[in-house]
Structure formats: structure tokens, C-alpha cells
Nanobody, 119 residues
């Protein structure tokens, strides 16, 4: 599976962005899809993962971010609202076989897309 993330950019605090992650291959629907982020000088951290029953979110984004997927388009999305300067990071999509929040459990990664939130 190859993943291509897009949609990052510069936005003011309180604004919104929608990230997309397009996947190649015909087995997309069988993968668990997640989003992670890595801020400068920090370790990669879990943001959200989508399950059959909806999304699981980190406490820092819960209520502001929404993860979704369109299996017909082989794409997973991350709608980010009420953005804060502390959301500034490179955002990565990932594909794996288990619903987990640990980055090492994911098998495939996109290249990352930079989100910058100005105050």
C-alpha cells in the first residue's frame, strides 16, 4: 500500500483544514487507517484512528478533529476545526492491521503534510 497525504498549509488559530490521504491498491478497505503528527523537536504522536464504529481520538484533538474514510475513493480524511498553534506539526497517515494508537504497529506511512497554525 502506498499512501499520499495532502491538504496541509498555513492557517490562523481557530481556522480549519481538511487533510486527505490517498491510498493505492485494491485492499484499502481491509486496512485500519490512522493519523499521527510530529511537531518540531518532539516525538511522533497519535492523533486519530478510524474503526468500524467511528473514530478514536487523542485527548488533545477530541471534539475538534474528525477522521473519516471513503473506501470507494481509497481515501482517509482528517477534518481539523478550531485549530490551535499547538496543532502545528507534520501530519502523517498510516495503514495497519490493528486498531492501535502505537505508531510502531502501523505497516505503511505517507510522506507527511505540514500544518502550521499561526496565533
Amino acid at each position: 500500500v502506498q499512501l499520499q497525504a495532502s491538504g496541509g498549509g498555513l492557517v490562523q488559530a481557530g481556522g480549519s483544514l481538511r487533510l486527505s490521504c490517498a491510498a493505492s491498491g485494491r485492499t484499502f478497505s481491509s486496512y485500519v487507517m490512522g493519523w499521527f503528527r510530529q511537531a518540531p523537536g518532539k516525538e511522533r504522536e497519535f492523533v486519530a484512528v478510524i474503526t468500524w464504529n467511528g473514530g478514536i481520538y487523542s485527548d488533545s484533538v477530541k471534539g475538534r478533529f474528525t477522521i473519516s474514510r471513503d473506501n470507494a475513493k481509497n481515501t482517509v480524511y482528517l477534518q481539523m476545526n478550531a485549530l490551535k498553534p499547538e496543532d502545528t506539526a507534520v501530519y502523517y497517515c498510516a495503514a495497519g492491521r490493528r486498531v492501535v494508537v502505537v505508531s510502531t504497529e502501523y505497516d505503511y506511512w505517507g510522506q507527511g503534510t505540514l500544518v502550521t497554525v499561526s496565533s
